[in-house]
Each structure stands twice: as C-alpha cells, then as structure tokens.
C-alpha cells in the first residue's frame, strides 16, 4: 500500500468513527466522569478486539433482553453488566429526543437490577448521575414522580458515601433525590 492508499484508507477509518459517534448522539469525547467503560463505541472495541466474544451483541433489543438470563455467565457477566449499563445510559440520552428510549433505558435498567441484584457492589457515580437523569427527564416530559429505582439511587449514593464521604458527585446526587422526595411537586 503507497502512501496515498494509507491516507485514504485512514481517513475512511476516521469516517467510519465520526459515522459511528453520530449513530449514537453522544460525543466521543464526552464520557461519563471520563470512564470509558460507559462509552458503547469504547466497548465494541473491546468485545470485538481485546476479548474476543464477537458473538455477544453490542445492542440488546426487546428480544434478547427477554433471555438474558440464560445468556449471563461467570465469564461474561462483568462485561455484559457494563454493557447493559452504558446501553442504558446512551438510551436515556437519546431519550431527550425520542421519549420510546427512555422507556428502553428503563426496561434495560429493570433487567439490570433483576440479574445483578448487588447494585451496591456495582453501581458509581455513573450510574448515579444515569438514574437521576432519568428522573430529571421523567418530570420534563410530564411525568409526576418517577419512582423507580429510588430504592437503587439512594443506596447506591448511600454506598459512595460510606466510601468516600467528600465524593462531589455523591454528594450532589443523593441530595437532589431526599429535595425531590420532600418537594411538592407544582
């Protein structure tokens, strides 16, 4: 390959990212408190790339959410819940425009908590932030209380806390969710 090919075969490359980054109306370079793990263009990488478990795939629908006990193994089962979770993640942000995927991102959620049910042992900043945007979302799309997960998103936070008392993060979501939960809402 000369020159010129490289050039051109590279450029399709970056394409083919920047192609794959709109897909999903997230930014490459916005990641969730930096953590690449949350980022589905990041992860795709990895399964196809690094862990070799091609097979899996990278987006569930309705159809494979419905099995995915039968799928979970103690080989898969760590990337399989990040995968779960950053699918989530990008749904609710999809879900600004489209309210049908935050109900996916709720539906994914629900499969979540109901086949790794130590959300304490898992869940971070990350998924806090996730859950109470989710929330912020519900209320601007005119839904009175948006009570799932509070169960999760407290102790999740509760957790951090324990963790690290100064976590900013923690500290500003759990907060929000005891305001929300003492607010009327008008």
Do not use: W
């Not at 049910?117 to 898992?122: A, I």
């Not at 005119?142 to 993060?169: K, W």
Request: aromatic share 12%; net charge negative; with cysteine.
């Amino acid at each position: 390959m000369n020159q010129q090919e490289n050039t051109i075969a590279n450029d399709r490359f970056s394409m083919e990212l920047i192609q794959l980054k709109d897909y999903f109306h997230i930014p490459m370079s916005v990641l969730a408190y930096g953590d690449v793990i949350y980022s589905l263009f990041a992860l795709a990488s990895l399964k196809n790339h690094t862990f070799d478990i091609g097979d899996m795939t990278l987006i569930e629908d309705e159809s494979p959410l419905q099995n995915l006990e039968s799928r979970i193994t103690r080989d898969n089962c760590p990337f399989l819940l990040k995968k779960l979770i950053a699918q989530s993640v990008a749904e609710s942000f999809l879900g600004q425009f489209d309210p049908t995927r935050s109900e996916r991102s709720k539906n994914i959620l629900e499969q979540i908590f109901r086949h790794f049910p130590d959300d304490t042992h898992y869940g971070e900043v990350t998924l806090m932030h996730h859950l109470s945007f989710l929330k912020a979302m519900a209320l601007h799309q005119g839904e009175d209380s948006f009570v799932y997960f509070d169960r999760q998103l407290r102790d999740i936070g509760l957790e951090q806390i324990a963790i690290d008392n100064d976590t900013p993060y923690a500290n500003y979501y759990l907060p929000n969710y005891y305001q929300e939960k003492t607010t009327p809402i008008v």
